[in-house]
T-cell receptor, first 112, second 111 residues
C-alpha cells in the first residue's frame, strides 16, 4: 500500500504570495494532521482534521488554513507568505483522531 | 502549553542498548506518550506509544514511570541505522487535540 503522499516536493515562493500544499493519506485513514518544521527544530503542530472537521489547531496565525475533502485528502493554505514561513511542511495520517500517525515525506517551502 | 524535555544528544555503541529519557511532568491521566524518530529530513517514523503500562514491539520498549512524569525509550540492540533524532510526544487534550513534539534527542550510534 502507498504511504502518505505530499505534493509538491519542493516549492519556491515570493513574500506576499499564497501557497497550497496537498496531502493524500494512507487508504482507510480518516484523519490528517499538518506540521511545520523549521530547520533545526522539531515539528510544530498546525492542524488536525478528522472526518472533514477541524479537531485541533496549533498556535499559528489566521494566514494558515486547511481543509479535508470527502476522500480524506487535505490541503494546507498559507496566505501572505513571510520569510519565516520557509520550512518543511509535514502531513501525517491516522486511522482515527487518536493513535499513531504516519508521516509523509514533506513539502519543502522556500520563501524569498 | 506543557512540554516534554529531552537531552539534546546521546551516543551509543553499536549493539548496545540505547536508553532515551523524556520528562513530561504535567501529563494528565488520559494522555498518551508517543515516540517518533526522524532520519535526516524525512518524515518522522512512529516507534511506540503507551499510557501507563510498559510496552514493547519489534522496534523498541517503552518504560513509563509509575507517576507517569517520565518515560524511557529503549532500543535493545542499536545499529548504525538507528542514528536519528528521537522525539517524545504527549498528546494533550486541553479542549482541542494537540500533538506537542519535544526538543528531540539526537542519537548517534557509533561503530
Amino acid at each position: 500500500d502507498a504511504g502518505v503522499t505530499q505534493s509538491p516536493t519542493h516549492l519556491i515562493k515570493t513574500r506576499g504570495q499564497h501557497v497550497t500544499l496537498r496531502c493524500s493519506p494512507i487508504s482507510g485513514h480518516k484523519s490528517v494532521s499538518w506540521y511545520q518544521q523549521v530547520l533545526g527544530q522539531g515539528p510544530q503542530f498546525i492542524f488536525q482534521y478528522y472526518e472533514k472537521e477541524e479537531r485541533g489547531r496549533g498556535n499559528f496565525p489566521d494566514r494558515f488554513s486547511a481543509r479535508q475533502f470527502p476522500n480524506y485528502s487535505s490541503e494546507l493554505n498559507v496566505n501572505a507568505l513571510l520569510l519565516g514561513d520557509s520550512a518543511l511542511y509535514l502531513c501525517a495520517s491516522s486511522l482515527g483522531d487518536i493513535g499513531e500517525q504516519y508521516f509523509g515525506p514533506g513539502t519543502r517551502l522556500t520563501v524569498t | 502549553d506543557a512540554k516534554t524535555t529531552q537531552p539534546p544528544s546521546m551516543d551509543c555503541a553499536e549493539g548496545r542498548a540505547a536508553n532515551l529519557p523524556c520528562n513530561h511532568s504535567t501529563i494528565s491521566g488520559n494522555e498518551y506518550v508517543y515516540w517518533y524518530r526522524q532520519i535526516h529530513s524525512q518524515g518522522p517514523q512512529y516507534i511506540i506509544h503507551g499510557l501507563k503500562n510498559n510496552e514493547t514491539n519489534e522496534m523498541a520498549s517503552l518504560i513509563i514511570t509509575e507517576d507517569r512524569k517520565s518515560s524511557t525509550l529503549i532500543l535493545p540492540h542499536a545499529t548504525l541505522r538507528d542514528t536519528a533524532v528521537y522525539y517524545c510526544i504527549v498528546r494533550y487534550t486541553s479542549g482541542t487535540y494537540k500533538y506537542i513534539f519535544g526538543t528531540g534527542t539526537r542519537l548517534k550510534v557509533l561503530a
